[in-house]
């Protein structure tokens, strides 16, 4: 894993390692391109674009592992399994129960519907 944290932080995080995202390039095509260089795929592009743009390999998970992005991810890693857990000794929670716009049954019989529908084709 190289990078697990908001959207909004992405580009400053990886500009932080030393790689700049120009305001001409579209964000996800530099990360990827980033991503592939630095880790170790050899393509005639990421090659390309480390002599272009003078992009040194970094170990990227190494970095990420370091980080404060990471740091955050473990803690509401931790905060959601302890939510978990206690929800195994019997404490009621709401937080992972979702909301859907039909009923169990309804959703049912739709699939139900489909699966004749389809052994009939």
């Known amino acids: 894993m190289v990078y697990h944290g908001a959207i ?3 580009l400053p995080y990886f500009t932080n390692l030393g790689y700049f995202c120009e305001e001409h390039d ?3 095509d530099f990360l990827l391109d980033v991503i592939n260089q630095c880790e ?3 393509s005639a592009t990421a090659n390309l674009l480390a002599i ?3 992009m040194v390999p970094i170990d990227m998970s190494d970095s990420y ?3 404060r992005e990471c740091g955050d991810t473990r803690r509401e890693y ?3 399994i302890e939510r978990l857990e206690k ?4 404490v009621r929670f709401s937080g992972l ?3 859907y716009a039909t009923n169990f049954f309804w959703q049912l019989f739709i699939v139900m519907i489909r699966s004749i529908v389809n052994l009939q084709m």
Not at 87 to 90: I, Y
């Open 87 to 90: 929800n195994e000794r019997g």
């Open 97 to 99: 129960r979702g909301k």
């Open 78 to 80: 931790d905060r959601i």
């Open 65 to 67: 592992l370091k980080s």
């Open 40 to 42: 170790g795929l050899t």
């Open 8 to 10: 909004k932080e992405t």
């Open 26 to 28: 579209n964000p996800a």
């Open 52 to 54: 272009e743009s003078e």
